[in-house]
T-cell receptor
Framework: LAKTTQPISMDSYEGQEVNITCSHN???????ITWYQQFPSQGPRFIIQ???TKVTNEVASLFIPADRKSSTLSLPRVSLSDTAVYYC??????????????FGTGTQLKVEL | NAGVTQTPKFRVLKTGQSMTLLCAQD?????MYWYRQDPGMGLRLIHY???????AKGEVPDGYNVSRLKKQNFLLGLESAAPSQTSVYFC??????????FGPGTRLTVL
């Protein structure tokens, strides 16, 4: 399983763009990169998933360089409600077996006024 | 749809007692997972299932057993609880390729 490294914590202010970078040097060819968000006392919630280049949805963008050894989650114009722990996961997605995702310690994002 | 539900939400056990945590999903998902999360840590996979009647070990399976007799239910059992099993337990389900849907968690304390 590919190991991921992300900053332990980040601070931001409302209205700013936040970029959280994740390092995954030993990512395998068929691994996908997935980001989850977790609020206190709740289960993680899916944010975005990608394989290469750029993926964008209504809440975030995911940038993946050509070598795929890192990825960056971009949150545009954060608000107080974006204060949470963000996990970067790397794992295989296939229908023939279990999806063994590995959660690291995540990045605690704190957004202030 | 209720999504993924977990029963109970909280439980306090004494060392050596047994209990079963129930996870239920109404999305007809094939895959189900049990994780534990200790304070300040990420989630660690205990056991998982790729379909009804199947189970497999995850990263930290010792001290736990699981069963998937029905597709919608995934049970996690502790036969003889230990203080080291004090944690928050999350269940998740998934269908094929895509995101995992997590339940609200069960907070377990073993005294």
């Amino acid at each position: 399983l590919a190991k991921t490294t992300q900053p332990i914590s980040m601070d931001s202010y409302e209205g700013q763009e936040v970029n959280i970078t994740c390092s995954h040097n030993n990512i395998a060819t068929n691994d996908y990169i997935t980001w989850y968000q977790q609020f206190p006392s709740q289960g993680p919630r899916f944010i975005i998933q990608g394989y290469k280049t750029k993926v964008t949805n209504e809440v975030a963008s995911l940038f993946i360089p050509a070598d795929r050894k890192s990825s960056t989650l971009s949150l545009p114009r954060v608000s107080l409600s974006d204060t949470a722990v963000y996990y970067c996961l790397v794992g295989k997605h296939f229908t023939g077996g279990g999806n063994k995702l590995t959660f690291g310690t995540g990045t605690q994002l704190k957004v202030e006024l | 749809n209720a999504g993924v539900t977990q029963t109970p939400k909280f439980r306090v056990l004494k060392t050596g007692q047994s209990m079963t945590l129930l996870c239920a999903q109404d999305m007809n998902h094939e895959y189900m997972y049990w994780y534990r999360q200790d304070p300040g840590m990420g989630l660690r996979l205990i056991h998982y299932s790729v379909g009804e009647g199947t189970t497999a070990k995850g990263e930290v399976p010792d001290g736990y057993n699981v069963s998937r007799l029905k597709k919608q239910n995934f049970l996690l059992g502790l036969e003889s609880a230990a203080p080291s099993q004090t944690s928050v337990y999350f269940c998740a389900s998934r269908e094929g390729v895509g995101e995992q849907f997590f339940g609200p968690g069960t907070r377990l304390t073993v005294l």
